[in-house]
Nanobody, 123 residues
């Protein structure tokens, strides 16, 4: 699977951004998708995941209520709507495709990774 993430940028604290990730190479509706992030000097961490049909979503605690993951299987695209952004959300955000249909918070369950898109939140 090839993944192309976009939508990152510079935003003020409290603002919003929507990330997109376009997939190609496999039937998009067959697999779960996820978003991870990596801040400078830190380990990559799980942000959100969605199952093949959108019926199951998972979030890390710190983004619950602020971020929403969704997907459009007709467009082969997964989204991450981010709101009430904080400086601690600053990171490179990566989309990833699972090797199975369900959502997962474990990076080892993901077989393909996009190139990342930078999100910078200024306080």
């Amino acid at each position: 699977v090839q993944l192309q993430a976009s939508g990152g940028g510079l935003v003020q604290a409290g603002g919003s951004l929507r990330l997109s990730c376009a997939a190609s190479g496999r039937t998009f509706g067959d697999y779960g998708m996820g978003w991870f992030r990596q801040a400078p000097g830190k380990e990559r961490e799980f942000v959100a995941s969605i199952s093949w049909n959108g019926g199951e979503t998972l979030y890390r605690n710190s983004v619950k209520g602020r971020f929403t993951i969704s997907r459009d299987n007709a467009k082969d695209t997964v989204y991450l709507q981010m709101g009430s952004l904080k400086s601690e959300d600053t990171a490179v955000y990566y989309c990833a495709a699972r090797d199975g249909p369900y959502a997962s918070s474990s990076s080892t369950d993901y077989a393909s990774w996009g190139q990342g898109t930078q999100v910078t939140v200024s306080s």
